[in-house]
């Protein structure tokens, strides 16, 4: 399981694909790898992963 100990602000690049949740929101967003995250209902709030997405392996 991943757990991501410090919030991601809007903008940054998304270390990973998958569910990004504005904690104690409903806000929730799906975030491609290396793409920024966008911005927040409300200024100071930030994004934690979620629900990483899971990848099948090629030919299977």
Known sequence: MITM???L???TPAPKSGQYK???SKTEVT???GKPL???PKAGQGYKLVDPTK???KGK
Request: aromatic share 0%; proline share 28%; charged share 20%.
């Open 9 to 11: 602000t809007p903008g």
């Open 22 to 24: 504005v904690p104690g």
């Open 38 to 40: 966008p911005p927040t």
């Open 31 to 33: 975030a491609v790898k």
């Open 5 to 7: 100990a410090k919030k």
């Open 55 to 57: 990848h099948k392996p």
